[in-house]
């Protein structure tokens, strides 16, 4: 039975990885800020069989606050074989090119935040030697794209810091997935002017996700079509990418 930390619980992809860790009656421990979504989530997960499943209400910006939620998480689980960080929002990139104070906290919403829980869970993982870190990142950290440059640059330091953090972390035996989504089918992008062929069902983002975590996948494009639409952005001439509507 997994012991399981999920933060941002409440996300569309979150809580499709919860309902496939429920299969195996997983125990979990649920960070979100809304209570009455946590609450929904937790419901359901008992509804299928879960036993354990704990609530815990927190603005992961207020990030003097994240060692006591680790200290209730363990004082509940007693360790941690997988922990999920799933929170983050979808700017709008014409208000943060408008307003410092948006863009500076979309990037705490996105980045300085996650990076806060990752060195916290990073040092707790260290001394316990065992378990799996895995990350929400995105494609749009690949490349600096001018319709969400802010929310890419985010992205793009979170998917860095993984980086390290797997090497220095691989060789006591814990795994660090960072996951790159493409457009998935939830409340951030409801509105969106997206192609359907595009849009990933939080269900089959999940799967791949719960496979790559077990398989100690370093680095997981889902839908897996979008590691070959990124390779063609990336490898595109400054001259011609800056010309470019993307």
């Known amino acids: 039975m997994k012991r399981i930390l999920i933060i941002g619980a409440t996300s569309s992809i979150a809580a499709a990885c919860a309902r496939e860790w429920a299969k ?10 809304n209570l009455e979504k946590l609450s929904q989530v937790s419901a359901d997960l008992r509804a299928r069989g879960c036993k354990s499943v704990t609530n ?23 360790q941690i074989d997988i922990a999920l960080i799933a929170h983050g ?6 208000k943060c090119e408008e307003d410092v104070s948006i863009a500076l906290k979309e990037l705490s919403n996105n980045a300085i935040s996650t990076i806060a829980l990752l060195t916290l869970l990073a040092n707790h993982f260290e001394i316990q030697k065992c378990g799996a870190l895995a990350v929400i990142s ?20 979170v998917s860095t810091y993984c980086e390290g953090l797997r090497a220095r972390l691989f060789k006591i035996g814990v795994s660090v997935t960072t996951v790159k989504p493409g457009f998935v089918e939830s409340p951030m992008t409801t509105g969106l002017a997206l192609p359907n062929i595009l849009i990933a069902k939080p269900e089959k983002v999940a799967h791949q996700i719960v496979h790559a975590i077990e398989k100690k996948t370093n680095t997981l494009y889902t839908p897996r079509f979008w590691l070959f639409i990124m390779l063609i952005i990336k490898s595109l001439p400054s001259f011609i990418f800056k010309r470019a509507n993307l």
């Open 89 to 94: 929002t979808l700017p709008d990139q014409k």
């Open 138 to 157: 995105s494609v749009a950290g690949d490349r600096g794209r001018p319709s969400n440059y802010l929310y890419g640059t985010a992205k793009a330091a």
């Open 56 to 78: 815990y209400t927190l603005d992961i910006n207020d990030i003097e606050k994240h060692p006591a939620m680790l200290e209730e998480c363990l004082s509940i689980l007693k």
């Open 24 to 33: 195996d009656e997983a125990e979990f421990f649920l960070v979100g800020r």
